[in-house]
């Protein structure tokens, strides 16, 4: 991921979005919550999950490694979690949104 882009992330999940009551995806560097996002901010098609990062988003990163989360909260009150995904923050030479 590099700083001041609009990157789509993608995730595969287990389930479809009709399965989903609650969803977050936290983004976390040096132990404190940088960003998060909810599941009305993320498309779900199937079983595959996007969701996109504005300039702003990706500006709030340092340059770098970013630990990325999935929680969910299932229709049948199960709660579940992904393993932690782990990423580098690149850096861009010129701070700012375009």
């Known amino acids: 991921m590099i700083r001041g882009t ?8 287990p389930f479809s979005k009709e399965d989903v ?8 560097q040096c132990g404190r919550i ?4 909810t599941l ?11 969701v996109q990062l504005t300039q702003a988003d990706t500006l709030a990163f340092s340059c770098r490694a970013v630990n990325i989360q999935i929680r969910v909260k299932m229709n049948d009150g199960a709660v579940l979690a992904s393993e ?4 580098n ?9 375009i």
């Open 21 to 28: 009551e609650a969803l977050y995806i936290t983004f976390c």
């Open 6 to 13: 609009t990157p789509t992330l993608e995730f595969t999940l």
């Open 84 to 87: 932690i995904i782990t990423t």
């Open 34 to 37: 940088v960003l998060e996002k």
């Open 40 to 50: 009305s901010e993320c498309a779900m098609e199937g079983e595959v999950l996007k």
């Open 89 to 97: 923050v690149d850096r861009i030479l010129k701070d700012g949104e």
